[in-house]
């Protein structure tokens, strides 16, 4: 539950959804949860907070914190919900992808800019392991932005208006879409892990000036190809996407991505 006398979540359906029945009902994906509250505080009990956390994995439901806490307090109680962001992706390949960059920004903006900036500043005085450090964690949040768009831009692809949801939680994105045939659910997996090679690629003329830079965004990249071997996340959506028939679409495919560093 949430802590803090005056602190609450509140709770957000995203657009298009319908309530009925004490139902929340997304006709698009075919998606129907249990209502959560409209907020939970410290009052609230386990059930309710086990049907908000439903709606937030759904990827229904948005949720932001509303009152102030001290950071002492935050740190020996966080939060029992982090705050999320949800939405509905809109139709088109720029639209969709202008959409879902700035909402993984919102989240990852200012680690993007700090350590970009702080790479610069210890290559400047010297400190090139800092320096080496600083330019690793540019290069991991880069390819996870890539990560995503990679996703979402080969879904586009093949189905410009298909209904599907992000959700941005904790540094951590999840692509809810609708089912396509299994050549196109193959393509639209594998492009995630695929993606962050654009990164060495572009470094790639460059290797000779740079190549502990170029090697380090190439063992970067590698490592998005390895979430493919694991069971959930792309791997769970390989898996599912190779036992599908040929031509037969996918069931509500759920994509989520639990790649941040």
């Known amino acids: 539950m949430v802590d803090g006398a005056a602190r609450r979540t509140e709770l957000h359906p995203i657009d298009g959804v ?17 209502a959560p509250p409209q907020f939970l505080t410290r009052e609230s009990s386990p059930e309710a907070l086990i049907v908000a956390r439903e709606s937030l994995d759904s990827g229904l439901a948005s949720a932001r914190h509303v009152g102030h806490r ?8 966080p939060d029992s919900l982090p705050a999320t962001e949800s ?14 960059l700035a909402m993984m920004l919102r989240t990852l903006g200012w680690p993007v800019a700090f350590s970009a900036a702080t790479w610069w500043v210890m290559e400047a005085v010297g400190l090139r392991i800092f320096a080496l450090l600083s330019s690793l964690a540019f290069l991991i949040l880069v390819s996870l932005i890539l990560h995503e768009l990679g996703h ?21 994105f999840r692509l809810v879409r609708c089912g396509l045939p299994k ?11 695929v993606a ?10 460059f290797q000779v000036w740079l190549p502990l830079l170029f090697w380090t965004s190439l063992v970067v990249a590698g490592s998005h190809l390895a979430l493919l071997l ?7 959506m390989l898996r599912m996407a190779l036992r599908q028939d040929r031509n037969g679409p996918n069931s509500q495919s759920a994509a989520p991505h639990p790649d941040a560093r």
């Open 230 to 236: 694991r069971n959930d996340g792309d791997g769970g």
């Open 70 to 77: 001290g950071l002492l307090n935050k740190l020996l109680h």
């Open 196 to 205: 962050p090679f654009l990164l060495p690629g572009l470094l790639f003329p």
């Open 18 to 34: 319908v309530l009925q029945n004490g139902k929340w009902n997304f006709t698009p994906l075919g998606m129907s949860i249990p």
């Open 152 to 172: 979402l831009g080969v879904f586009r692809l093949f189905a410009p208006s298909g209904p599907a949801l992000f959700t941005a939680r904790s540094g951590r």
């Open 183 to 193: 050549h196109q659910d193959l393509a639209v997996t594998f492009a995630g892990p």
């Open 87 to 100: 939405d509905a992706v809109l139709p088109g390949m720029a639209r969709s992808q202008t959409q879902v």
